[in-house]
């Protein structure tokens, strides 16, 4: 299957949730040092509640489809829930083989959310717990 | 050392010591600056010595690891031929550039810099040319200065003589960019540099397996290079240095080898090359080294420098007529077989993603030169880089590839 298939790139084209929450909960941006690309998420949190969230920064098409997906997985989820995403969860909703360089943009936004709301370091599926 | 002579070779012949380019459908491989293709002469020797002669080097009072201690040190021989060194003694083997570069700024660097000491480096180095040195300022207070380059992506020489002072202790160069492919003129910064009293370190990760090197028409004192960016297998690379700097390093890694007798609290260490080559090493890659040595010299190093040449001016031609392309780096002529270029709109990592599944193998990255990408302004390029085994018909794999790319993602808007 090609990596540069239709869902993927109409969520390129037209991310979900794209922009910036002056006044948020949650704020945290990463950068994946292996290509430099950086993705923000803010979140507003209310009674453990995710109640909105955008996403911004650049990307190649996956990293932004990915952040994309997952802001459109998390919206209206609690962060009790958000917690249990993993590494496989992003891989399905991606939906398709990736190489081992590849994986690291489809984990980006997933590093993003577990570091910025809940402190948990390091490359999702690859976090010494 | 007699120049070499330009005699063009037979790509079709050259093609068939490769096996990789017989797999359908063809691969246009494009990624030379990062690794290359191994040719069977090379990967036969190494089978030879597995099958054959397998032992220990240097030890052995038996016939075989006195053969393998023979095909080690013909190696050597073969290197030190290669890039003209006095002695073979002055070649060392060891996992590659970066290790090359670490043991200098470890050794020569532990009894040679100090306080306020300055080394200079230019913009476009290699993070194996630099961090090595980031260490070595931070370990003893010495001060790092650049060279900066222009916007064609040539070194600044406007500011050569403001750099180099008799604060100066080394200047520590690449040869030729990985990025930009520029060739850098070594030979007038190591006589600037020397007027200063400074020693010269050159990477030649990207110099020694495209055109001829000498390191004595050269004077520097140290250079670096590393065999699988050649032809040759991973794991074995190559420092070069002068008799006497070596002579009174002091060890970088202690072990067995590496030394003449040994006593519970000191050792003394072995003559040249062994004192810098504690432990086993990697023997069969060595001697893989010494056959690929012999493969691009019969190649030619004059024809594959013309025919890379041939392959990166039609490369230049057609790339530049791709809309919204944009190309670093200096014109073909003061260049290697390099070509660093982003599309407008389309991120590097897509393009590189596009590529491939067109049958083009190419590098999109920083390609472990960040404040390069800084001065270029850029994040990441795409970087098409040319062997001796490339051919019209990949560069026209690579232009219709970015066509395709142009098409799958310029109606996207980009976020
Ligand atoms: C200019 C330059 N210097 C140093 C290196 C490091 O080589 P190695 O990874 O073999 O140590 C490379 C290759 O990546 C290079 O292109």
Same mark, same amino acid.
């Given at each position: 299957m090609n990596i540069y298939q239709e869902e993927l790139l109409d969520h390129y084209e037209n991310p979900s949730n794209y922009g910036t929450l002056p006044r948020c909960t949650i704020s945290h941006e990463e950068d994946n040092p292996l290509c430099g690309d950086q993705i923000r998420l803010d979140l507003i949190v209310e009674d453990d509640i995710i109640t909105k969230v955008r996403f911004s920064g650049h990307g190649c098409t996956i990293s932004i489809a990915s952040a994309s997906m997952l802001t459109e997985e998390i919206q209206g989820k609690s962060l009790t829930e958000v917690k249990k995403l993993s590494r496989d969860d992003i891989l399905d909703m991606i939906g398709i083989p990736l190489g081992p360089v590849r994986i690291k943009c489809a984990l980006l936004a997933l590093k993003v959310l577990k570091v910025g709301a809940y402190g948990i370091k390091g490359w999702p599926g690859e976090e010494n717990e | 050392m007699h120049k070499l002579e330009f005699r063009p070779f037979d790509i079709e012949a050259i093609r068939k010591d490769f096996p990789i380019f017989a797999t359908t459908p063809p691969l246009a491989f494009l990624d030379n600056a990062a690794s290359t293709q191994t040719p069977r002469p090379v990967v036969e020797a190494m089978d030879a010595y597995y099958d054959t002669y397998r032992s220990n080097i240097h030890r052995g009072i038996y016939r075989i690891s006195e053969e393998a201690t023979e095909q080690y040190e013909r190696a050597r021989e073969k290197v030190a031929q290669l890039i003209n060194a006095p002695r073979s003694r002055q070649v060392i083997f060891t996992r590659n550039t970066t290790e090359s570069i670490n043991l200098v700024a470890y050794s020569w660097g532990s009894t040679n810099i100090g306080e306020g000491d300055e080394i200079v480096l230019t913009t476009m180095e290699h993070h194996s040319n630099l961090v090595p040195w980031q260490l070595l300022a931070q370990r003893t207070g010495a001060r790092l200065r650049f060279l900066e380059i222009t916007d064609e992506g040539l070194l600044d020489f406007t500011q050569l003589r403001d750099l180099l002072t008799e604060k100066t202790k080394l200047v520590a160069i690449g040869h030729v960019s990985n990025v930009l492919g520029t060739i850098n003129p070594i030979q007038s910064i190591i006589e600037a540099a020397h007027a200063v009293d400074a020693k010269v370190i050159v990477d030649a990760a990207q110099s020694v397996p495209h055109f001829q090197v000498d390191v004595q028409q050269l004077d520097c004192d140290f250079l670096a290079f590393s065999g699988h960016k050649m032809c040759g297998p991973t794991g074995i690379g190559v420092l070069y240095g002068k008799s006497e700097l070596l002579e009174e390093m002091p060890p970088f890694l202690g072990g067995g080898s590496m030394i003449r007798s040994v006593e519970r609290d000191v050792s003394s260490y072995a003559e040249l $090359?062994?004192?810098?080559?504690?432990?086993? $090493?990697?023997i069969a890659e060595a001697i893989g080294l010494g056959y690929t040595v012999d493969y691009i010299t019969q190649a030619n190093l004059a024809a594959i420098h013309v025919h890379e040449q041939e392959l990166l001016k039609y490369a230049h031609q057609r790339l530049e007529q791709i809309e919204g392309i944009t190309l670093y780096g200096p014109a073909p002529h003061q260049k290697t077989g390099v070509i660093s270029f982003n599309m407008e709109g389309i991120h590097p990592h897509d393009v590189a993603g596009i590529l491939d599944t067109h049958g083009v193998a190419v590098r999109a990255g920083h390609h472990c030169a960040q404040p390069l990408m800084k001065r270029l302004d850029v994040i990441a390029t795409v970087r098409a880089s040319f062997y001796l085994y490339n051919t019209i018909e990949d560069v026209d794999r690579l232009y219709e590839g970015l066509c395709r790319a142009q098409k799958l993602m310029t109606r996207r808007k980009i976020v």
């Open positions: - | $090359p062994a004192k810098f080559e504690a432990g086993t $090493p990697s």
